[in-house]
């Protein structure tokens, strides 16, 4: 595997559902990021983690929850979502101690659709 | 508030038609500005980063330039795979303090052949 991967590709679930997003890099970058990208929208941030430090969107609803137990690995527990939740979910990562300072590479992202 | 505002939203070209997009941006104490390309069910490609009023970037038909309030995207003779949405992006300062990217939504181009 190479850049940034993501799983599941496409996720389909119910509102009562508790589901997780996963991403993993391999390049071997010190900051990941969570983004939600809804249509006629820009990207929205959602998560980062860099240099074991953790930056939160404040408008982010708390039924999300990152994890990264590791560099390489990234995590989007969801739980209780809502249909206005249905968007595509993008994993990135960079390389840099400040977030978002340098470039970011992106996973192909994970079509999210809440039933 | 949106702090990054890119037009138009969306450009139709003949191939070989150039033209610029543009990013305005109202960041204080810019850190930096960066391009992206994002073709349909695809993750965004990074293609250029902006440090500086003043600075160019080249890549095959792309030349991005950066002025203190906006940076232009130009696409010379564009070719019909040049179609996609391209992102423009500027690291922000978060009410916590860190600095994180903010994104404007985008132009999407459509290069006829």
């Known amino acids: 595997e190479t850049g940034v991967t993501q799983t599941p590709r496409h996720l389909v679930m119910g509102m009562t559902n508790k589901k997780s997003l996963k991403c993993e890099q391999h390049l071997g970058h010190n900051a990941m990021y969570w983004y939600k990208q809804s249509a006629k929208k820009p990207l929205e941030l959602m998560f980062v983690?860099?240099?074991?430090?953790?930056?939160e969107n404040n408008s982010v609803p708390s039924r999300f929850s990152p994890e990264c137990p590791n560099s390489s690995h990234l995590f989007l527990h969801l739980h209780t979502l809502q249909p206005e939740d249905s968007a595509l979910y993008l994993c990135a990562s960079s390389q840099d101690g400040a977030p978002g300072y340098n470039e970011q590479f992106f996973g192909p992202g994970t079509r999210l659709t809440v039933l | 508030e949106d702090q990054v505002t890119q037009s138009p939203e969306a450009l139709r070209l003949q191939e070989g038609e150039s033209s610029s997009l543009n990013c305005s941006y109202t960041v204080s104490g810019l850190r930096g500005l960066f391009w992206y390309r994002q073709d349909p069910g695809k993750g965004p490609e990074f293609l250029f980063t902006?440090?500086?009023a003043g600075e160019e970037k080249e890549k095959e038909r792309l030349k991005a330039t950066l002025t203190k309030k906006e940076s232009f995207l130009h696409i010379t003779a564009p070719k019909p795979e040049d179609s996609a949405t391209y992102l423009c992006a500027v690291q922000a300062r978060a009410s916590g303090g860190s600095y994180i990217p903010t994104f404007g939504r985008g132009t999407s181009l459509i290069v006829h052949p």
């Open positions: 983690y860099s240099l074991e430090e953790r930056v």
């Open positions: 902006l440090y500086s």
